[in-house]
């Protein structure tokens, strides 16, 4: 009955790697975002995407790449994986932009060794 | 740019305590304002929100009031339990089309028995 999953919850690699994180949402929302947690907590919006349609890119380093392959899915796959990616990354979703609440999912722990 | 400042933490309060986190924004036009609540290991919660000038949201004993004039959403409880212990972060949506969520950079609230 989870809203927004995230997987994996936690994933420890290696600099210069790439990995990808997958979003999944059951709730039928149209607008899925992802959002990074540095270290300090401070949250910042990374991506937006409507019915699978990028639609805000937040000067995010072109070795993310978002995928978003039917409007409840949204994945991010990141490429030569560097330390100050090491965040935890939350996915989250909404109806429609406005006054709707954004439901987020646990987050994914990334550490870069 | 919009913008969302809130107090520093950690606040810690003994149970019982009056609880109150400061936050004020910037924004252009009319935003609406967001408290969202993350406890630890989990992701971000919807706590409160209002859309409008001198709306007040409500949940679970905190409360909080969208001042325009001050342009100030602060948050208040008026006695905090154990339980209460999280991470509250202060956000806006500016509701121009697809809307991404501002956070402020979170404020740590510790309760103590």
């Known amino acids: 009955d989870t809203a927004v999953s995230q997987t994996p919850k936690y994933l420890v690699t290696q600099m210069g790697n790439d990995k990808s994180i997958k979003c999944e949402q059951n709730?039928?929302?149209?607008?899925m975002y992802w959002y990074k947690q540095d270290s300090k907590k401070f949250l910042k919006i990374m991506f937006s995407?409507?019915?699978?349609?990028?639609?805000i890119n937040e000067t995010v380093p072109n070795r993310f790449s978002p995928k978003s392959p039917d409007k409840a899915h949204l994945n991010l796959h990141i490429n030569s994986l560097e330390l100050g990616d090491s965040a935890v990354y939350f996915c989250?979703?909404?109806?429609?932009?406005?006054?709707?609440?954004?439901?987020f999912g646990p987050g994914t722990r990334l550490t870069v060794l | 740019g919009d913008s969302v400042t809130q107090m520093e933490g950690p606040v810690t309060l003994s149970e019982e305590a009056f609880l109150t986190i400061n936050c004020t924004y910037t924004?252009?036009?009319?935003?609406?304002l967001f408290w969202y609540v993350q406890y630890p290991g989990e992701g971000l919660q919807l706590l409160l929100k209002?859309?409008?000038?001198?709306d007040k949201g409500s949940n679970k004993g905190f409360e909080a009031t969208y001042r325009k004039e001050t342009t100030s959403f602060h948050l208040e409880k008026g006695s905090v339990q154990v339980s209460d212990s999280a991470v509250y972060f202060c956000?806006?949506?500016?509701?121009?089309?697809?809307?991404?969520?501002?956070f402020g950079k979170g404020t740590m609230l510790l309760v103590s028995p």
């Open positions: 989250a979703s909404n109806p429609r932009g406005g006054d709707n609440e954004q439901f």
């Open positions: 709730l039928g929302h149209d607008t």
């Open positions: 995407y409507n019915n699978k349609e990028l639609i």
């Open positions: 924004a252009t036009g009319y935003p609406s």
């Open positions: 209002a859309t409008k000038a001198d």
């Open positions: 956000a806006l949506s500016d509701r121009s089309g697809y809307s991404t969520l501002t």
